[in-house]
Structure formats: structure tokens, C-alpha cells
T-cell receptor, first 114, second 114 residues
Framework: AQSVTQLGSHVSVSEGALVLLRCNYS??????LFWYVQYPNQGLQLLLK??????LVKGINGFEAEFKKSETSFHLTKPSAHMSDAAEYFC????????????FGKGTRLHILP | EPEVTQTPSHQVTQMGQEVILRCVPISNHLYFYWYRQILGQKVEFLVSFYNNEISEKSEIFDDQFSVERPDGSNFTLKIRSTKLEDSAMYFCASSEGATPGGLTFGSGTRLTVV
């Protein structure tokens, strides 16, 4: 069965500092991997996705993530945090052999300190 | 940009009552999903729907739940007899299928069972 583990339910960074949100996956087959963001009282918005092309994936709002098979990781980074980045971030995995569900991690709430 | 539309945004219902949550997926998408998020917890898969039938469902999706695509555009989730623990945010999502490019989520319906 597939799963993702997000390390840290809460992460705080100062405005302008590097953002690093960690995600490790478990999958018996090569996975598709995603990061979604949820702003307060809103739905889930796709930030970026890995579908087996380049291992470094660039997304919206300056975020990027790198797929590392050897580490089974898909960490999300942003060089310089903005106050508007404060939100809940979810890593997710799906089985590339099937066209169905995405499994989400528990989420990491990102706090931006002024 | 195409979006998934969910109605209502909030629903309050008494325990034991039936509720129907409605979704209009993106028009050319072929796969439809329901997820839920209990307050403060992770986003959980409920059911996926393709070609007018359920393709997969989770343990949460018991006999109290049903889904339907009654008219080719709407996609509904019915909870037959609501329980207090059904209180959650319910998200509808759709995807083109074939190669998961990620799901597009609606803004959710907050269901409160009293």
C-alpha cells in the first residue's frame, strides 16, 4: 500500500528564510507525487507534481520539489518565504499503474514569522 | 480556468437526517472523487468514480454513503443517516484520468451534524 509521511506537523520560518517541508513516500511501484496547499477556509490547490519526467519539479508561487528515489523523498522547498505562504501543505502519492485515488499525508502547517 | 464547484458551502443537519452534497466536476474530466477532512486531521479518501460506477472506496465509505452522477454533469455524495462523526469538510475532485496530472479539488462543503 502506498503512503506518505510528512515530518513535522508545524514548521515555522522567518520571512525571507528558506522553506523546507519534508515528505517521504512508500510505494511498491514507481509513484506519482504531489504537493497541495490549503489556505485557511479554502480547498486544496495543486502546487506541483512529479510524474517521472525531471526529478526537480517547479511549481507555482516559487515552490519546487526534488524526487529522490534513493531516499524515497519528495521534499518541498522555497528559497525565500513570504507571509502569504502561511498555509497547510499536503504531500500526496498515487499509484501510476492506476487512474484513481491520491493518498495524502497528514499535512504540515507552515507559519511565517515577521 | 476550469474549476470544480461544490454546493452548499456549509450544511448543518440533525443527526439521523439524510444529506446530499453536490459537485459539478470539470466538464472534460472522466474521474470523480470524494474526500473528507475532519477538523484538524488529514484529508481522507472516500471514493472514486469512473464510467458511472465506483472504482474504489475506502473503509470509511460504508453502506450509509452513496454516490451518483444523475445527469452527466452533477456528482453527488449522499449520507443516508448522518452521525455526529460525519461532521467534516467534504471535498469533491475530478481528473482527466489516463495519466494522473493531479486532482482538481472544489472548495469543499463543511458539514456539521448536530
Amino acid at each position: 500500500a502506498q503512503s506518505v509521511t510528512q515530518l513535522g506537523s508545524h514548521v515555522s520560518v522567518s520571512e525571507g528564510a528558506l522553506v523546507l517541508l519534508r515528505c517521504n513516500y512508500s510505494s511498491s511501484v514507481p509513484p506519482y507525487l504531489f504537493w497541495y496547499v490549503q489556505y485557511p477556509n479554502q480547498g486544496l490547490q495543486l502546487l506541483l507534481k512529479y510524474t517521472s519526467a525531471a526529478t526537480l519539479v517547479k511549481g507555482i508561487n516559487g515552490f519546487e520539489a526534488e524526487f529522490k528515489k534513493s531516499e524515497t523523498s519528495f521534499h518541498l522547498t522555497k528559497p525565500s518565504a513570504h507571509m502569504s505562504d502561511a498555509a497547510e501543505y499536503f504531500c500526496a502519492v498515487s499509484d501510476r499503474a492506476r487512474d484513481d485515488k491520491i493518498i495524502f499525508g497528514k499535512g504540515t502547517r507552515l507559519h511565517i514569522l515577521p | 480556468e476550469p474549476e470544480v464547484t461544490q454546493t452548499p458551502s456549509h450544511q448543518v443537519t440533525q443527526m439521523g437526517q439524510e444529506v446530499i452534497l453536490r459537485c459539478v466536476p470539470i466538464s472534460n474530466h472522466l474521474y470523480f472523487y470524494w474526500y473528507r477532512q475532519i477538523l484538524g486531521q488529514k484529508v481522507e479518501f472516500l471514493v472514486s468514480f469512473y464510467n458511472n460506477e465506483i472504482s474504489e472506496k475506502s473503509e470509511i465509505f460504508d453502506d450509509q454513503f452513496s454516490v451518483e452522477r444523475p445527469d452527466g454533469s452533477n456528482f453527488t455524495l449522499k449520507i443516508r443517516s448522518t452521525k455526529l462523526e460525519d461532521s467534516a469538510m467534504y471535498f469533491c475532485a475530478s481528473s482527466e484520468g489516463a495519466t494522473p496530472g493531479g486532482l482538481t479539488f472544489g472548495s469543499g462543503t463543511r458539514l456539521t451534524v448536530v
